[in-house]
């Protein structure tokens, strides 16, 4: 059977960013300017992305708005038909810059929140000032009234900053606030055990996010990306492979995930050579985990396996070495050990640790 089409794109335009998050989830070798798309080049794929079923388009990076054509690529995709979701840090936008986006048709901005401090969200995104510039753009997005999204990202180091960075998004409008844990992908990795929260954090943070759901209905919704690794069962990561949504890097490789380049047998083609749908349709990285018929035991005779899909490859990849075995998150997965020793490690990782910061290659991560 045919796959369905695609209904979201992540158009990773650049890996540049001012910020140096220990939790950065790009890969570890990262794309430098030179090899990125120019502007026809996404404008081409945009419309390729809307012809072949795409609806929702997330404008993503690194940082989207260190690309000098940004409001030029917003425009053509809103001229592609597309429903644009900007994920940005809010460093490199400014009043005039929001106005030519607007213009341009942006329709939606998510915001990417370090911490409800200065000293906290500088800390963690190893940018001085930062939380100040945000805090500035954020309220020019309000003032507008563009839908705002905040993207927070959870781990030990700031989870208990949960309460006040719910209060952060009423006060500044938002109307959704993703409460994401931290998944450990690319840089990610090498600040796991800093950045894994512990039991406690996780299941109090379980109980703060239902309460205020409840008390915030009609006002804030919300989406909570538990931390996997607590959990019984994986996501359905993607929701499932080649199945909903691709992802275009910076030198416009097309990935069914982010972190699918971690998987080393598979190949993948590029917009530079070959069309979107080809790529979606044909190739045998998208058809490598499509479906159920790729599963092995105990996915293929378990009674979720339509509901996760058996979780995340690259998770499998990296904690079993093998990206075609169940998710080692899964309780019933024959590597759940590998899990349970990795949070046994974390518990032992000390609070004051010194986060490993991102950098982007000629120019030093910044400690603050
Ligand atoms: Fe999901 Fe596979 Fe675990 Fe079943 S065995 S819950 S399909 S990961
Ligand atoms: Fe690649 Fe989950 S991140 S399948």
Redesign the pocket.
């Known amino acids: 059977m045919r796959a369905p089409p695609p209904i979201a794109m992540l158009a990773e335009l650049t890996h540049r960013c001012p910020l140096s998050c220990p939790y950065c989830s790009n890969p570890l070798e990262l794309q430098g300017k030179e090899r990125e798309l120019d502007t026809e080049t996404w404008a081409d794929v945009f419309h390729q992305a809307a012809h072949l079923g795409v609806l929702q388009l997330h404008v993503s990076g690194g940082e989207p708005a260190s690309r000098p054509d940004l409001v030029a690529l917003v425009q053509a995709a809103h001229d592609a038909g597309l429903y644009t979701n900007l994920i940005t840090s809010g460093i490199g936008l400014t009043p005039k810059r929001l106005d030519a986006l607007e213009g341009a048709g942006l329709d939606h901005i998510q915001l990417s929140m370090q911490g409800t401090t200065a000293a906290l969200a500088d800390r963690i995104g190893g940018y001085r000032g930062g939380f100040d510039r945000k805090m500035t753009i954020a309220e020019e997005i309000k003032r507008r009234g563009i839908p705002l999204t905040l993207n927070a990202v959870m781990h030990r180091h700031n989870l208990d900053d949960l309460d006040a960075t719910i209060d952060l998004a009423v006060a500044l409008g938002a109307r959704r606030l993703e409460v994401a844990c931290v998944q450990f992908h690319g840089w990610a990795v090498r600040n796991r055990g800093m950045l894994l929260p512990t039991r406690e954090q996780t299941e109090a943070t379980k109980r703060t996010v239902a309460e205020a759901s409840q008390r915030l209905r009609g006002i804030l919704a919300f989406d909570f990306v538990p931390p996997d690794y607590y959990a ?3 996501k359905a990561c993607m929701g499932g492979w080649g199945s909903a949504g691709l992802n275009v890097t910076p030198d416009g490789t097309v990935l069914p995930c982010h972190a699918a380049e971690s998987i080393p047998h598979l190949t993948f083609q590029s917009v530079r050579d070959t069309s979107l749908s080809e790529i979606w349709y044909d190739s045998a990285a998208f058809n490598a985990y499509r479906g159920t018929d790729w ?1 092995p ?4 005779s ?10 995340c490859r690259c998770q499998a990849m990296m904690l079993a070495g093998d990206a075609a075995v ?2 080692p ?5 024959p590597d759940h050990d590998a899990v349970l020793r990795l949070l046994e490690e974390s518990a032992g990782e000390p609070a004051d640790g010194d986060f490993v910061y991102r950098a982007f290659p000629g120019r030093p991560a910044k400690a603050v």
């Open positions: 019984d069962y994986p599963m035991e105990p996915c293929q378990c009674e979720r396996r339509d509901i996760d899909f058996g979780g169940t998710d998150v899964c309780r019933k997965s």
